[in-house]
């Protein structure tokens, strides 16, 4: 029995991310019902294709992105009647039709409401349903530039020439689904509950711009920009070559610096107070990449990456999708998963983004055929879900009721239980002034207040409506007091070292010897299982090992960053996703999870693409800056006054018309160089001198206004000064601004999205070093003040 069984999803919409959400759902046992236009969704005609013949049941990323589905097809225009039936049969719709063709096609809330009380509508859109810019016209670039991370792309760049780059794939996209299927699945858990439905508004610019690590708070915590462009706050951090490859190196504290110099022998220069720390590494960065470059290049890419994992240095190779084809560890973990499908044939894909003790992710079928399903769903009987009673009780959050123990540090653990938290979740994090979490000292510091652990925007930025509470997990007394807490709780969460939680005593197998249907959510580089189990995995490390580097680049150089650390976010997204499914599994079975979420498995299966291509032909697709395979223009292009730029992109002949007419008259709009996508993709460089020389005259909202007035996809590459700026984000209520006792009122990331039926906007600001310790001990497990008293003298609660 799958956690998902007997949930019933109805996935309208086109490319990415409504799919990926509802294969998200899928793959967990869902019963998904895709609705395509009768000439099929364009993910279809996208690729990659064996042999590079296009054949719209066999492209590689349609394949990916709808494992475990049913296709119907109807044309939601002129089919009101069959969509409306697919509404009521539905508990989940998830849907990415921009607001105008939502108008079009009758996808109202109210009305499907009126059809269904219990129904979760998830509208996943570029800029969300409301504000100056819903009405926008938009692709993935736009979005991944519009949210403020490719303006941080490839990172620590000393090429002010070239423009802020965006990942491969469709990353943006990716986490829109990510979000949609969270969001979905915590509004369901509710509706379960109380028969209440749910709208939930959510906006692919904001989640992007939701997870920019430190760089928008180092905006509203220091006034400075971050950008593409400069020096990291901590070194070593980048790619070194190896005698046979490049291999990528990140070091965060002291003791794993000291660990490399043993490494490379402790040479001579290691002994200069320039390198003393990361922090002085970073000021000299360029000084010691020379130092470190004359010893990696000594070593092969495999035996450096194995000694320097022995030593608990981060190292991480940089792989190809060739590469990934070959890992040990992907290969014991069964990342890697056998479809067969009955046009493309048999193809490896990529597998599951976590491990499940209940083993509830599978794929029962491959994706289907254009319309494989008609005869079985179209005006035949489907049922209804369960009705129960009307929509009762106050206007509550989705996961009000549950508690979350939260053991997690740094980004990736704390993303994931925040998300929990803005999602209405009790999240009760237990920290230490023995292990003081690393956000507490990154130096993102208010310049009007001197540093201190409750001030670092970093930490107050991924820790937002959560309460905190010491306890010296070191000592047994405190252990005892962490194990009474996972009793009152319905999840934990850690991002620990593989096999420390266990050595605490709070691994899973104990923990439910406390409460046997517990859900723990372990977060880790490598996973809990397989032969690299114990390697450090930080969040920029994942991207050379997933793959990400080796696709995303500029035309004809190496492999690049993508500015953030993605892994992090990447992974916990995805554990809170499963964290959710978990909680409706358990509603079913009665049962809890141990949810392994490996950070290189997570994000390795956001590259369908160019996975698809090695698998099905044995190639790998180029880098190409912010170019696509299909479409042209799309790009990124400079716009008038420094280091300003803006993206434009056009999906059709129609819209490259409308484009050429608004940028060049007719003359530009008759160009036969431009005529077709494939005339512009065999011209696109004087495709885009055309287009720079109209860009670089004109201001990036000029340049926007003009082209979206025409209906063309156009928008600036956002940095943090013009997120917080910006008039859409503020008009929509994305931004938290709380009252802090120790930094006063500042600008936070907020929640990306919003509900109809449910309060909004982040509850408490991140909370102060063991705030809310004699709360929780008290109200919560029970203990007296004078047994409170004696714990603090003691350092228990320290």
């Known amino acids: 029995m ?29 019963d998904v019902i895709k609705v395509e236009p009768p000439g099929g969704d364009p993910a279809r005609s996208r690729g990659p294709f064996p042999a590079g013949k296009p054949d719209s049941e066999a492209s590689g990323l349609f394949l ?33 039709y921009p607001p105008r063709r939502m108008a079009g096609y009758g996808i109202d809330y109210e009305r499907f409401r009126a059809l269904n009380p219990r129904l979760v509508m998830c509208s996943i859109t570029p800029f969300g349903l409301t504000g100056p810019h819903c009405g926008y016209n938009a692709y993935e670039i736009t979005t991944v530039h519009g949210g403020g991370w490719a303006w941080l792309s490839p990172g620590a760049s000393d090429h002010p020439d070239l423009p802020p780059l965006k990942p491969k794939g469709h990353q943006a996209d990716f986490q829109g689904g990510l979000a949609g299927a969270l969001t979905a699945l915590a509004a369901h858990h509710r509706a379960r509950d ?21 760089n928008f708070v180092y905006y509203t915590y220091r006034g400075l920009v971050a950008s593409r462009l400069g020096r990291r706050f901590l070194h070593p951090w980048g790619m070194y070559p190896c005698q046979d490859g490049m291999i990528f190196l990140v070091v965060i504290e002291q003791d794993q610096l000291t660990r490399l110099y043993d490494l490379i022998g402790n040479p001579e220069w290691t002994t200069w107070e320039i390198f003393k720390t990361p922090f002085t590494c970073a000021e000299n960065a360029d000084v010691l990449r020379m130092q470190l470059e004359e010893s990696t290049k000594q070593w092969t890419v495999m035996d450096l990456f194995r000694a320097g994992q022995e030593k608990r240095v981060c190292f991480a190779p940089v792989l190809t999708m060739a590469d990934l ?46 319309g494989e399903d008609n005869d079985e769903v179209l005006g035949r009987e489907l049922g209804s879900p369960p009705r129960g009673g009307a929509a009762r009780g106050a206007r509550s959050l989705p996961l009000t009721g549950i508690r979350v123990a939260d053991f997690s540090w740094a980004w990736a653990g704390p993303f994931c239980a925040m998300h929990l938290a803005h999602l209405g979740a009790e999240v009760i ?47 047994p007394e405190a252990l005892e007091v962490a194990r009474k807490l996972v009793t009152r709780c319905d999840v934990v969460v850690e991002n620990f070292a593989t096999g420390v939680i266990e050595k605490l005593g709070l691994g899973y197998d104990e923990l439910t010897k406390l409460r046997p249907d517990i859900i723990l959510a372990s977060i880790s580089g490598y996973g809990h299982t397989g032969p690299q189990k114990l390697y450090m995995g930080y969040g920029p490390a994942i991207v050379p090992l997933s793959g990400i580097a080796s696709l995303t680049g500029y035309e004809g150089s190496a492999p690049q960053e993508v500015g953030i650390s993605y892994g992090d976010p990447n992974g916990g997204i995805n554990a809170a996703v499963a ?21 290189w498995e997570a994000l390795t299966a956001l590259l369908p693409e160019g996975w698809m291509e090695y698998a099905m032909n044995g190639t790998e697709p180029a880098r190409d800056g912010n170019r696509d395979p299909w479409m042209s223009p799309h790009d990124c292009f400079r716009a008038r006054g420094e280091d300003e730029w803006v993206t434009i992109a056009c999906g059709s002949d129609d819209e490259w018309r409308v484009l050429a007419r608004a940028v060049g008259g007719a003359d530009l709009a008759r160009d036969d160089r431009f005529r077709t996508a494939a005339d512009r993709k065999r011209n696109e460089d004087a495709l885009e001198d055309v287009l720079t020389a109209w860009t670089r005259e004109r201001d990036k909202w000029e340049v926007t206004q003009t082209l979206q007035e025409a209906g063309i996809a156009a928008f600036p590459s956002m940095n943090s000064k013009d997120l917080a700026d910006d008039r859409h984000l503020n008009e929509r209520g994305f931004f938290a601004r709380l009252p802090h006792a120790e930094v006063g009122t500042r600008t936070h990331a907020g929640i990306p999205w919003r509900l109809a039926n449910s309060p909004n906007g982040v509850r408490s600001p991140a909370p102060l070093l063991g705030q809310h310790t004699d709360e929780v001990l008290r109200d919560l497990l029970g203990y007296s003040d004078e047994e409170i008293g004696r714990l603090r003298e003691a350092q228990i609660l320290y």
Not at 9 to 30: F, I, Q, R, T
Not at 70 to 96: C, F, K, Q, Y
Not at 344 to 366: D, M, N, V
Not at 449 to 456: D, I, L
Request: aromatic share 6%; with cysteine; net charge positive.
């Open 2 to 30: 799958q956690a998902l069984e007997g949930l019933r999803v109805l996935e309208l919409g086109e490319m990415v991310a409504a799919a990926y959400g509802a294969k998200l759902m899928a793959d967990l046992g869902a």
């Open 325 to 370: 084809a070959n890992q040990p560890q992907l290969r014991e973990r069964g990342f890697l998963v056998e479809v067969e499908h009955p046009r493309a044939g048999r193809l490896r894909q990529l597998g599951p983004p976590y491990l499940l003790k209940e083993p509830w992710w599978s794929i029962r079928r491959a994706a289907p055929r254009l």
């Open 429 to 475: 994090r237990v920290e230490s002034n023995a292990r003081l979490d690393l956000g507490r000292r990154l130096p993102i510091f208010p310049t009007d207040v001197e540093p201190g652990p409750n001030r670092s925007g970093y930490f107050n930025q991924w820790n937002q409506g959560k309460k905190s509470i010491l306890l010296d997990l070191r000592r």
């Open 64 to 96: 990916y992105l709808n494992t475990n589905k049913r296709s119907v097809t109807l044309d939601p225009a002129r089919d009101r009647g069959e969509l409306e039936r697919l509404v009521a049969w539905a508990d989940i719709l998830i849907h990415n």
């Open 579 to 599: 964290i959710c499914a978990a909680l409706l599994g358990r509603r079913r079975t009665g049962r809890g999870q141990h949810i392994d979420v490996s950070l």
């Open 194 to 214: 109380t028969g209440q439905g749910e709208h939930i508004d959510l906006s692919i610019q904001e989640f992007v711009a939701s997870f920019l690590e430190q």
